[in-house]
């Protein structure tokens, strides 16, 4: 399944508000209709109760004109994602996990221990040090293609433009 997922707004979704340099906001992801999506929000209405029931959300600031973002990777947001992804039967969903989960792999925070071959396919078993456990993932034996795919999605997901180039190489 392809995502439709746009790049971070310089705008508000709910006041219409335009971000201005260096003003800090929130980004969050919302799973509607099979897919996720992002909405910006600035500080007062994220502020204010919201109806609707985000994904997962992360703090971010609009760069310095003529500088780039910040080359840094939120992973407690990653982690959240994995934790909330857990148990999804969706392919798109389990796909996503498992690029998450091989990213956090190469960036050792999570540890590969083994292959598990059970009913109803292959998992990794992967030990996660920060919590002292280990979970499986569902391995759905994506083609590279299919894996650069969703990394490249992930980045305008996030908006981590750095983030394909570490995750395929």
């Not at 219409?16 to 003003?23: H, I, L, P, T």
Request: some cysteine; proline content about 4%.
């Amino acid at each position: 399944m392809e995502w439709k997922i746009g790049k971070g707004n310089r705008d508000c979704v709910a006041c219409n508000k335009g971000f201005s340099e260096e003003e800090e906001y929130y980004s969050a992801i919302f799973d509607e209709q099979g897919g996720f999506i992002r909405k910006d929000f600035c500080i007062p209405c994220w502020s204010n109760p919201k109806s609707e029931v985000f994904f997962s959300f992360w703090k971010t600031k609009v760069p310095k004109q003529g500088k780039h973002a910040q080359k840094f990777l939120n992973t407690d947001v990653l982690l959240d994602m994995v934790s909330k992804l857990e148990g999804s039967m969706e392919a798109h969903q389990r796909n996503l996990r498992y690029v998450l989960v091989l990213y956090l792999i190469r960036k050792k925070v999570f540890k590969f221990k083994s292959l598990s071959r059970e009913e109803g396919g292959e998992h990794l078993v992967i030990y996660f040090p920060r919590e002292d456990r280990e979970f499986k993932v569902y391995n759905p034996s994506l083609k590279v293609e299919e894996i650069e795919s969703i990394t490249a999605e992930m980045n305008q997901l996030l908006n981590y433009p750095y983030l394909e180039h570490e995750a395929t190489s």
